[in-house]
């Protein structure tokens, strides 16, 4: 029996038609409303990710999951828009896809603007080393919080409190 492994990568223009198919429910469409939006834009610049599975039976392989940005001039990144097959969004596929993101192309910083009243999608930027909630912004009809992840953010993040590192006499 083979087994069915899970594999990041940058998306194919194949892959375009499984997310609209698969996924429903994103980060810019939390709503699940029939999407308008365009992938294959970022197809063609490499800057959409997805984490596919292997159908050893069916030849193909299945998208669980995707995560689109953009990449400015000077480096840093903006996520525009992730999401996950299901009605809710899994939280460590897009933290797993996140922590990718930054280790493959290692930006100076990355922001994401996501609605506040979205529960589930502001925890996955909270749990991820890093990421810091920088301010909010009204944008008809939505409050958004903007988060911005840095290296020395996430260094510190990652560092132990200030008692666990005292030495005792």
């Given at each position: 029996?083979?087994?069915?492994?899970?594999?990041?990568?940058?998306?194919a223009?194949?892959?375009?038609?499984?997310?609209?198919r698969?996924?429903?429910?994103?980060?810019?469409?939390?709503?699940?409303?029939a999407?308008?939006?365009?992938?294959?834009?970022a197809?063609?610049?490499?800057?959409?990710?997805?984490?596919?599975?292997?159908?050893?039976k069916?030849?193909?392989?299945?998208v669980?999951?995707?995560l689109?940005?953009?990449?400015?001039?000077?480096?840093?990144?903006?996520?525009?828009?992730?999401?996950?097959?299901?009605?809710?969004?899994?939280?460590?596929i897009?933290r797993?896809?996140?922590r990718?993101?930054?280790?493959?192309?290692?930006?100076?910083?990355?922001?994401?603007?996501?609605?506040?009243?979205?529960?589930?999608?502001?925890?996955?930027?909270?749990?991820?080393?890093?990421?810091?909630?920088?301010?909010?912004?009204?944008?008809?009809?939505?409050?958004?919080?903007i988060?911005?992840?840095?290296?020395?953010?996430?260094?510190?993040?990652?560092?132990?409190?200030?008692?666990?590192?005292?030495?005792?006499?």
């Amino acid at each position: 029996m083979e087994e069915a492994g899970y594999q990041l990568r940058v998306a194919a223009p194949s892959d375009v038609e499984k997310i609209r198919r698969d996924i429903r429910f994103t980060l810019a469409n939390p709503e699940g409303k029939a999407q308008r939006k365009r992938y294959e834009d970022a197809v063609q610049r490499h800057e959409l990710l997805v984490v596919a599975r292997h159908d050893a039976k069916e030849h193909v392989d299945e998208v669980s999951g995707f995560l689109e940005w953009h990449t400015k001039v000077d480096g840093a990144i903006t996520i525009r828009d992730a999401g996950t097959m299901g009605e809710e969004p899994s939280l460590g596929i897009l933290r797993r896809l996140i922590r990718e993101l930054l280790n493959m192309f290692e930006p100076p910083s990355a922001s994401v603007k996501v609605r506040a009243d979205q529960t589930a999608w502001n925890t996955v930027f909270q749990q991820i080393p890093g990421f810091q909630l920088v301010g909010r912004e009204f944008s008809r009809p939505y409050w958004r919080n903007i988060w911005e992840w840095t290296r020395e953010n996430e260094r510190l993040a990652q560092r132990p409190p200030v008692s666990a590192r005292r030495r005792r006499p």
